[in-house]
């Protein structure tokens, strides 16, 4: 049992967060303190000398995320800046202990670097660790470090604090008699059924027809199903499960005989299971039932059976936890209410993006920017295809340097969302305005309603624009999945995704292909999530960033970007090939521009798309924070820019800008060093900006062009072409690029996938300077964050 809560029992979380995933883990650290018996307080950084300072708290645990550069997030901004003040002495925070979970991704290099500068400087300010700091890799899964560390938190707070030791159990843990290597799983209601061995049943088991009798104890896989009500005579609640690999089933009952599902049940009756199948054994209000069903278990080690796909994997149990007790999430409590007005007319296209609330990294607020041009710079046989858009910001209050990035706030797929809708059999609604409100008995201690949807909003309206319905489910969603799912054996595979030992099955086949609230109702269609959930679950609809390819000094209210249209690998049954959310979003609305066509465009209605009669079309944009991604400040600061494919937008907005600047200001000096190292597969399929490339490069703009080919062995004349990666051609300019950054201090901007270019062109750099420098590695990685804190190694990446 959990100790009482006192005075004693109290500490503190603090979060940084700038997507909301910091901000999610703290609630939930703070949702199970109470189990714990322990009593919180939660706020987030950006409240510090608000709701909390710093030096009066004795326990902290803080949660934070890294952005950008490695900064912390813009809630922290000013709690870093107050914290790292040189007047302050060391023993600033020496009466404060904490803990510290970072949160990162590795596809970054300065992988949770806000986390660790704030550790560093905590140390340094005369604050003590309790507990050991944890580093999250959201490339990987948040999970693998988040769950684990926080299972230790507790007590090693409890150990800080001086507490009586209690005895820790995961919030829910759902735990059966072992059976062999049938343990099952009761929903937590152990006490409502009874299932053991048949041959050890003894005198407590009816025996028919003396078949137990001579069961071969190794071999048995029987079992005896004894139903029973509760001690207080209320009848049971409703208990299902799922029995894989059962030889035969034996059921007696200590009330009712039990109304059979596919067979007869009745008492001392023996059901005999055929390979292949299950059974399923169902409690409601005393009557029992069985039901003999597939087993999925039996197919995986068959070597008859064709190849499983990945939806079949993901649909069934996992054979390594077929006798596995699972703890599970403690289920998400309910917070949100919604009252539909059937007799209020709502005009949704009227409603605001998002409520009018900001955006994260936004420093202005949304405006309709329309779309001037719209041209595909690929070939039709090129594997991506990129399209470069001009937008008129003349009316959006925005003004932008070559370099920065603005967000565009998209919806999602229309169909998508009326397939959603019919998946949670929401069609009668879906256009019924409703308000939502908090419940007055949630137990949620940090409940409110999301500020992002409107006050008077549809089902529809919330799933098209303020819901990201294509995020990739979490656990906690799963758990509440679960909850809703009538199918046993639907049920025990979602409960089996959530739980702790089922973290790689959650990774295999949840976060790898990328699965989505719709993909999961596709695989296992008996749950029934009601709309509230999702609302408390799902996460905002995320704007989505893009890279200026364009210079004001060419025309101030006009701004282009270039893109390649996303295509995601569709799942047989389970996940339809898709586009992007917000590519194939723009890829629809501007078809008009590029094929010239006057017809219908398939576009999402609400405020998205209000194209007057002259078929203007707006796309909702936003101006975010301006990044250190910036030509020099002075023009004869030689640089270096990488960047293979749509990485080369902010290059061509550099050059541009180098242009015209020359031209308008007139200047006789010749213009600064500029390297461009440039990659795609095909030099005819999907050669980005060529022409304006050498145009750059004849003029002196662009002093050299080094590109790279990746799909492209020889050229039309049968000559081997330059190297396949933007690397290599590092690589083989190695000592030349190093010249032009330590001897005349040139920048290098890397702008592209975070994935593998900008971690292959890390390591080559250190490669480079190791060689340049005669140094071993450890010092060639002190110089590259030499190059970093000088604004000589500047990335602009994305995964």
């Known amino acids: ?62 949660v934070v995320s890294t952005t950008g550069e490695g900064d912390p997030p813009d809630t922290m901004g000013k709690f870093m800046r107050r914290l790292k003040k040189k007047t302050l002495p060391g023993t600033h925070l020496q009466n404060l202990h904490f803990a510290l979970l970072a949160l990162g991704d590795t596809n970054y290099t300065n992988f949770c670097n806000n986390g660790k500068e704030l550790d560093k400087r905590l140390l340094q300010l005369g604050a003590r660790q309790f507990y050991d700091t944890g580093y999250a890799d959201d ?31 995961p919030p829910e843990a759902v735990n059966m008699p072992t059976i062999k290597s049938t343990d099952l799983l009761i929903n937590g209601k152990c006490s409502s059924l009874e299932l053991i061995p048949a ?158 609330v900001n955006f994260p990294s936004a ?32 009316d959006c209050g925005m003004s932008y340097e070559p370099g920065d990035s603005f967000g565009v706030v998209c919806p999602n797929f229309d169909p998508e969302v009326e397939e959603l809708i019919a998946k949670l059999r929401l069609s009668e609604k879906a256009d019924t305005p409703f308000t939502i409100q908090l419940r007055t008995s949630t137990s949620k201690k940090s409940a409110s309603v999301p500020n992002y949807i409107p006050e008077n909003s549809t089902i529809r309206h919330a799933l098209l624009t303020c819901l990201e319905i294509r995020a990739i489910p979490s656990k906690a969603l799963i758990r509440v999945l679960s909850e809703h799912t009538t199918d046993p054996q639907q049920k025990r595979r979602l409960q089996e995704l959530c739980s702790k030992q089922g973290t790689n099955e959650y990774r295999r086949f949840v976060r790898e292909p990328g699965l989505s609230l719709l993909d999961l109702l596709n695989a296992f269609p008996s749950c ?47 996940k ?11 890829n629809d609305i501007t078809k008009i521009h590029r094929l010239g066509s006057t017809g219908d465009s398939k576009v999402p209605i609400d405020c998205f798309t209000k194209m007057s009669l002259e078929r203007k079309i707006k796309v909702p944009v936003f101006q975010r924070n301006s990044l250190n991604f910036k030509l020099p400040g002075d023009p004869e600061t030689p640089i270096i820019m990488i960047g293979p494919g749509t990485g080369i937008a902010p290059f061509i907005g550099f050059l541009k800008h180098r242009e015209l600047k020359q031209k308008n200001l007139g200047l006789n000096t010749p213009l600064s060093e500029a390297w ?42 049968g000559h081997s072409l330059p190297p396949k990666y933007v690397q290599d051609n590092l690589r083989l300019h190695s000592t030349e690029v190093a010249e032009q950054v330590f001897e005349k201090g040139a920048v290098v901007y890397i702008c592209g996938d975070a994935l593998n270019m900008a971690r292959n062109v890390y390591d080559t750099f250190l490669e480079i300077v190791r060689e340049y420098k005669s140094v071993d590695i450890t010092e060639a990685r002190k110089e590259m964050v030499k190059l970093r804190e000088n604004k000589q190694y500047l990335e602009d990446i994305w995964t």
């Open 1 to 62: 049992m959990p100790v009482s809560k006192s005075s004693a029992n109290r500490f503190t979380i603090l979060y940084g967060s700038q997507t909301g995933q910091a901000k999610a883990i703290a609630e939930e650290i703070h949702e199970s303190s109470d189990h714990h018996g322990l009593n919180s307080n939660l706020f987030c950084l950006s409240l510090t000398e608000k709701k909390f300072t710093l030096e009066k708290e004795a326990l902290v645990v803080f």
């Open 139 to 169: 490339a990987v899964g948040l999970e693998l470090v988040v769950e684990p560390w926080i299972d230790g938190l507790w007590p090693a707070l409890r150990k800080h604090l001086g507490l009586f030791s209690v005895e820790e159990s």
């Open 199 to 356: 041959e050890i049943a003894g005198g407590n088991t009816i025996q028919p027809d003396n078949k137990t009798s001579t069961l071969d104890t190794s071999l048995s896989r029987d079992v005896v199903v004894n139903w029973e009500t509760k001690s207080s005579g209320e009848p049971d609640d409703k208990v299902v499960e799922h029995v894989p690999g059962l030889n035969s089933v034996l059921v007696t009952t200590g009330a009712n005989n039990g109304e059979a599902g596919v067979c007869d049940a009745s008492l001392g009756s023996r059901v005999d299971i055929k390979p292949n199948e299950t059974a399923t054994v169902e409690s409601v209000n005393g009557q029992s039932s069985l039901t003999i069903g597939h087993d999925f278990s039996e197919q995986c080690s068959s070597s008859q059976n064709p190849p499983l796909t990945l939806g079949d994997q993901l649909k069934m149990p996992a054979p390594s936890l077929l006798s596995s007790a699972l703890s599970i999430p403690q289920l998400p409590p309910p917070y949100l209410d919604i009252t539909f007005h059937p007799d209020h007319n709502l005009d949704r296209a009227a409603l605001p993006l998002h409520n009018g």
């Open 676 to 717: 461009l190292f440039f990659g795609c597969r095909h030099k005819e399929r999907d050669y980005l900006y060529r022409q304006e490339l050498e145009t750059s490069l004849s003029s002196g703009v662009l002093s050299r062009l080094f590109v790279s080919f990746s799909r492209d062995t020889v050229d039309e004349l």
């Open 363 to 394: 420093v202005s607020g949304v405006s309709m920017a329309t779309v001037i041009s719209a041209k595909q710079l690929t070939s039709d046989t090129a594997v991506k295809t990129a399209l470069d858009i001009e937008l008129d910001i003349t």
């Open 528 to 574: 029934q999530l009601p709309f509230e959930r999702l609302l408390e679950l799902l996460p905002r609809l995320k704007a989505r960033p893009y890279s200026v390819s364009s210079s004001p000094l060419e025309n101030p209210t006009g701004l282009h970007f270039v893109f390649n249209i996303v295509e995601i690998t569709g799942i047989e049954d389970i």
């Open 576 to 586: 339809k090939q898709r586009q992007g959310v917000c590519t194939g979003w723009l």
